[in-house]
């Protein structure tokens, strides 16, 4: 590019004193600084894979233990070892509650997952008892594997959820309950208080499915239909028995509570069939309560659509008081010398602790202090190096500084690193520095 000098040494020494009059754009120490608490994170997606595998071994623990996994039989207690492994391996803390009932021993097995704050407890459960006809897979070896691999996503994602979070699953459901009105009465009234709710799962893998949801706290209700609104699916209130499950012993105290459910002796109806798909005419589960209630009795539609709801409720219910999920401004204010007509110069800011990739439309706000703009190209470089141009360079754009926040797509490029403002002067006489880089999330 050619362009006549345009500078007198009049006009040099003003701009020359102007500069130095703001400061020495020298080697500071990059200052990255969060001005926003962190964005909620999105739960992940459960993998149904995972879910199902822990549905074989619940079929193999029955099959080793007489067919059935049922309260005062050894394929209960095989089944809570099961869980418990699975969990103190991903680091919860775990407690075994014995209880006794019909003469024989029971279990209630607790999981909580350290952090958030211990006056707001969102708990999530699940019956691990079968019947003593059959290995109990759709009931509730669904819901007890679904909460099981939502707590170990909770655990792969080193979740830090506001709220305390605490998974249970409950021994002698098929006897009335026995296990989590053990829990609840045997709470003091003190951490009862504490319980901001309680989230059921009793069967969630219907061979035949609906798509029920508890009708009780609405908040948790609708978080529920959100979710399947959000992928298309359409539910109904569950009213096949209000009261039959672990629910109703916190609900009976006044425990904000909801669920889902997908289904057991009742008929669906045509009307069903239609929003649904599957078979009108015929129960929801022709193996409830039957031998038949094995891993053949699973949809694994059902069963991963209500894994991915769980996980879905989990996260967002946990999160307390939910930040928009932009806003979160990273940026560094030294000020950095652009050599004239030289090598570029960088400004860095660091991200980290966040989950997945930039947004889409990322503000990048920029503040260049220049005597001649048009000599100036500006670049965003990603962590991995991948350059976004904000500006080019134009001879003619005389104007002084480059002040703007740009949007850039940056949705293919993981959030954490060191993301650089990178300006070079590509014409000789005018001089400037960079004097802010921010980027908001
Ligand atoms: N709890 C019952 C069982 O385990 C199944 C059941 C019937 C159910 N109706 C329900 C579970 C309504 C939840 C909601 O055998
Ligand atoms: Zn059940
Ligand atoms: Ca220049």
């Keep these: 590019m050619s362009r006549m000098p345009r500078r007198t040494a009049a006009v040099t020494a003003l701009a020359l004193a102007g500069l130095l009059a703001t400061a020495a754009p020298a080697a500071t120490a990059p200052t990255t600084a969060r001005t926003a608490p962190a964005a909620t994170a999105a739960a992940p997606d459960i993998p149904l894979a995972n879910v199902k595998a822990h549905l074989t071994q619940l079929q193999s623990i029955a099959g080793a233990n007489g067919g059935n996994r049922a309260h005062g039989r050894p394929g209960y207690k095989a089944s809570i070892d099961y869980v418990k492994a699975k969990l103190d391996a991903a680091g919860f803390t775990t407690s075994v509650q014995q209880f006794t009932s019909n003469g024989a021993t029971g279990y209630n097995l607790i999981a909580d997952w350290p952090g958030g704050d211990a006056n707001q407890v969102l708990m999530a459960g699940a019956h691990l008892d079968s019947v003593s006809s059959g290995p109990g897979i759709n009931d509730n070896g669904s819901g007890s594997a679904g909460v099981l691999e939502t707590a170990l996503a909770v655990s792969r994602a080193g979740l830090k959820p506001a709220k305390h979070l605490r998974f249970a699953w409950w021994g002698a459901e098929e006897l009335g309950l026995v296990g989590s009105k053990y829990y609840v009465a045997n709470l003091p009234t003190t951490e009862r208080s504490k319980l901001s709710g309680y989230m059921n799962f009793d069967m969630i893998g219907s061979p035949?499915?609906?798509?029920?949801?508890?009708?009780?706290?609405?908040?948790?209700?609708?978080?529920?239909?959100?979710?399947?609104?959000?992928?298309?699916?359409?539910?109904?209130?569950?009213?096949?028995?209000?009261?039959?499950?672990?629910?109703?012993?916190?609900?009976?105290?006044?425990?904000?509570?909801?669920?889902?459910?997908?289904?057991?002796?009742?008929?669906?109806?045509?009307?069903?069939?239609?929003?649904?798909?599957?078979?009108?005419?015929?129960?929801?589960?022709?193996?409830?309560?039957?031998?038949?209630?094995?891993?053949?009795?699973?949809?694994?539609?059902?069963?991963?659509?209500?894994?991915?709801?769980?996980?879905?409720?989990?996260?967002?219910?946990?999160?307390?008081?939910?930040?928009?999920?932009?806003?979160?401004?990273?940026e560094n204010t030294a000020d950095v010398t652009i050599p004239d007509n030289g090598t570029a110069a960088t400004s860095s800011v660091t991200v980290s602790g966040r989950t997945g990739n930039a947004p889409s439309a990322l503000k990048v706000g920029v503040d260049i202090v220049h005597t001649w703009r048009g000599d100036l190209v500006v670049d965003l470089v990603a962590p991995d190096g991948t350059a976004y141009r904000l500006k080019n360079s134009s001879g003619n754009d005389s104007a002084d500084n480059v002040r703007e926040t740009y949007t850039v797509d940056a949705s293919s490029e993981p959030a954490n690193g060191t993301w650089r403002l990178r300006v070079q002067d590509v014409a000789q006489y005018d001089t400037g520095y960079i004097s802010g880089f921010s980027l908001t999330f």
């Design 208 to 330: 035949n499915p609906g798509y029920f949801v508890y009708d009780d706290d609405p908040v948790i209700e609708k978080t529920f239909k959100d979710y399947f609104a959000g992928i298309g699916v359409a539910t109904e209130i569950e009213t096949e028995g209000d009261g039959r499950s672990d629910h109703a012993s916190f609900k009976n105290v006044g425990i904000p509570v909801g669920g889902l459910f997908t289904g057991a002796s009742r008929t669906k109806t045509a009307a069903q069939a239609q929003k649904w798909g599957g078979t009108a005419g015929q129960a929801f589960d022709r193996c409830y309560h039957s031998s038949c209630d094995t891993t053949a009795n699973i949809s694994d539609t059902a069963l991963d659509r209500n894994s991915d709801a769980l996980a879905h409720a989990v996260w967002t219910l946990s999160a307390g008081t939910t930040e928009p999920p932009t806003g979160d401004t990273y």
